[in-house]
C-alpha cells in the first residue's frame, strides 16, 4: 500500500519533534559524561566545572539556578549541550600556551563564562589544606601542576592571569589510579582565592585545566 506524505505542517511538527529529541540527547550525553570521565579534575575542593556539575547536573533548568548559582547559570547558558563538561576543558600544545585572561577555559571560546569574574562558589579551607584530583577513566598523566594566586588578587573583580599565580606543587607521572591527593600549603594567604591546575596527559602535548575557587581561613 503506498505511503500518504504528511502535510507541511505534519512534516514542520515532525521536524521540531526530531530537533528536540536530538537537543535532549545531546543534553543526557554531556551530563553522563561529565562525570564519568572527569580527567585529571579537582572534585575536592571542586573545581567550577565540577561543582556546577554536583550542584545542578539532574535539573540544568531548575529555575532557581539564576539567583541560587549565577555563575553556573551563564556557563549553562553560553553552551548548553556542553555544560560543565569537566574533560572539555583543554588545550593542544599546538595552539600556544594559555592566553591571560583565559586561564580557566584554556582559551576555549565554549568555556568562556569560566574566565568571568564573579561570585564562583569557593570551599572554606584552612592554610594547609588537601585537594583530591580523580581521574576516573585512569589514563594517567606525565606531571600535574598545581598553583595557587597571590594575596591581594580578587577573583570576583578580574579575570585570571599568569602574573596572579604561584607554583605550589609538581607531581612526577601518575599512573592507574583514579584519584591523586597532596596538601596545599597557602602560607600567609587569607581570604578568597584560585587553585589552578593543569594536568598534562602522558605522552601527549594535551593539557587540562580547572579553576577551583576556595576561601582560606
Known amino acids: 500500500m503506498a505511503l500518504t506524505p504528511l502535510p507541511a505542517n505534519g512534516r514542520s511538527l515532525l521536524a521540531r ?3 528536540t529529541l536530538l537537543v535532549v540527547g545531546a543534553l543526557m550525553a554531556s551530563v553522563s559524561t ?3 570521565e572527569a580527567y585529571g ?5 571542586p573545581s567550577r566545572t565540577y561543582g556546577c556539575w554536583q550542584r545542578w547536573n539532574t535539573n540544568p533548568l531548575d529555575p532557581t539556578m ?3 548559582d549565577p555563575m553556573c547559570r551563564r556557563l549553562w547558558q553560553a553552551d548548553p549541550s556542553g555544560r560543565w563538561y569537566t574533560e572539555g576543558v583543554y588545550r593542544d600544545g599546538a595552539a600556544g600556551p594559555v592566553p591571560n585572561g583565559r586561564l580557566c577555559s584554556a582559551g576555549q571560546a565554549r568555556y568562556a563564562a569560566l574566565d568571568e569574574p564573579g561570585g564562583w562558589r569557593a570551599a572554606v579551607r584552612g592554610r594547609l589544606s588537601t585537594v583530591v584530583v580523580t581521574d576516573r577513566p585512569r ?3 606525565d606531571h600535574l601542576r598545581v598553583y595557587l594566586t597571590k594575596q591581594g588578587y580578587d577573583a570576583t573583580t578580574s579575570p585570571l ?3 596572579h599565580l604561584d ?3 609538581t607531581t612526577g607521572r601518575i599512573t592507574n589510579v583514579d584519584q591523586v591527593s597532596f596538601t596545599v600549603n597557602a602560607l600567609d594567604r587569607t581570604g578568597r582565592h584560585v587553585i589552578y591546575s593543569v594536568w598534562q596527559a602522558p605522552g601527549s602535548d594535551r593539557a587540562y585545566y580547572s ?3 576556595v576561601v582560606f581561613q
Open 34 to 36: 561529565g562525570l564519568a
Open 66 to 68: 539564576p539567583q541560587a
Open 211 to 213: 579553576c577551583t575557587d
Open 41 to 45: 579534575t579537582p572534585t575536592d575542593p
Open 167 to 169: 607554583l605550589v606543587v
Open 161 to 163: 592571569g599568569w602574573n
Open 17 to 19: 519533534v526530531s530537533a
Open 139 to 141: 589514563l594517567g598523566a
